[in-house]
């Protein structure tokens, strides 16, 4: 899709020093473009992304969109066995590698930084509806859960993101993420890079990294960037603040943000326009955003949507404009569906409109306030309760760095709630002391009856806390 390069940026990488300009980007599109076409790749083909992160995967994706391509990103630590799984599901006529991963085995791989073709015939023809991009989120050690987006999606996605976030914003953009789910890729990534800006690639899970956070964002004159609050949470406690004032706006999602850690930000960074966002990969990244500059930082609150419309679903199929429930949304940048996923598609996509999972409400001005995840919500006798409720709670604590709530199966209640928890270092409580603290914070059916003590909690590579496998380290565990 040739419109997708109009206004390309240039790229930095941290990690090897590289810098590629606008010229150098464009011109290795062209030949990887040439490339991928004397190889036989067409219109509608998939191909895999088998690397990311670096100017090179930039590169490559741009050049399978050049040529009306299908791109499939992966997580570049993906395992053979994962690889293996996915590469049977969406059957790709080609997979791209690096030199860091070109040991593969069982797939046609190429490496285009190694391989390309400058004197071919470049066959370019795609159609806005055409599928450009799938995104796994979930399933690469079962059935594959991959997310498919539009040419159009994609492309209404980014205008709508460059409507709400000022041009000179995006004039240098560091993105600590990973380039294979929607928001280190679409939000962080391609959004500023397809408007004409640079990009730094760093990586944000990389501790070195974090604790100079400060000094690269004055290094490179940063004026936007955008990651996870678990990145948030070391860096404010290891990293300077930055002096140079650089710094225009911050956004911070995939995971629930705290008010006292949203507070926290603005105060590190010195500015006020640190956004929490709400995104999901299945809608192209952000749904909708609340800047401080706007709003008194509060648990749960993701403000106004990024274009299209939100409601409330309620399980009798009532849709409300308002209320409590689960969200809906509908926008131009939704999924065309989950590939060969019909069943789930069937459950997900309900008359235009997407439904998200998430339980919140929306007030009478469209504002939007995110509770927790329909899919962890913990039973109690009938009584629903969201653990991020209490994780963000017990956050709170000053002996608790993380937390993290969780169903255990009761034979009398159903459900009750366990928790796991890791100790800010050097400090350590008594349970009983902290479950005192709790009771006198929640009602009772919600203070954590069983307790576990981790030295870390576990998360997923995009920096969300894995709360299954946390449940199942804790009750293989027992309890503290």
Known sequence: ??????????????????????????????????????????????????????????????????????????????????????????????????NNNSNLVNVNAVNLTDNTVVDSTLHKSSRIDDDALI???????????????????????IVLNQKEIPEKDMEVTLSPLPTHFGHGLIGNCLTPLLTGKQLILASGGDIGFIAKLGEVIDKY????????????KIAIKMSHSPKMKTLRRIHIGSAPLSADLWKNVI?????????????????????????????????????????????????????????????????????????????????ALLNGWFRTGDIGTIDKKGVIRITGRKKFEINRAGLKIHPEDIDILLEQHPSINEACAFAIPDTIAGEIVGVAICYVEGKTIDINELESWCIERLVKEKVPEKWFVLDEIPKTDRGKINRDIVASICQEQGMA
């Open 135 to 157: 995104l796994f989120t979930s399933g690469t050690t079962g059935v594959p859960k991959g997310v498919v987006h539009t040419f159009r999606s994609l492309l209404s996605r």
């Open 221 to 232: 004159g940063v004026t936007f960037m955008s990651s996870v609050p678990s990145m948030w």
């Open 267 to 347: 105060v590190w960074a010195g500015i006020r326009t640190v956004v929490n966002m709400y995104g999901i990969t299945e809608t192209a990244n952000w749904i909708a955003g609340a800047s401080a500059d706007d709003f008194d930082p509060e648990d749960g609150l993701v403000g106004h949507t990024w274009g299209g419309f939100a409601a409330i679903y309620k399980d009798n199929g009532d849709f409300l404009s308002h209320g409590k429930g689960e969200i809906l949304v509908q926008n131009p940048s939704i999924m065309s569906g989950y590939y060969l996923q019909e069943k789930l598609n069937n459950e």
């Open 1 to 98: 899709m040739q419109l997708l390069m109009d206004n390309i940026g240039s790229i930095v990488v941290l990690k090897d020093g590289k810098s590629w300009s606008k010229d150098k980007l464009s011109s290795e599109v062209a030949k990887r473009s040439m490339t991928l076409s004397s190889l036989g790749i067409k219109q509608g083909d998939r191909i895999l992304i088998l690397h990311g992160g670096s100017a090179e995967f930039f590169a490559d994706l741009f050049a399978v969109w050049n040529i009306g391509a299908c791109a499939a990103c992966i997580n570049p630590d993906s395992t053979i066995s994962e690889i293996k799984i996915i590469n049977k599901f969406i059957k790709p006529k080609l997979a791209l590698i690096s």
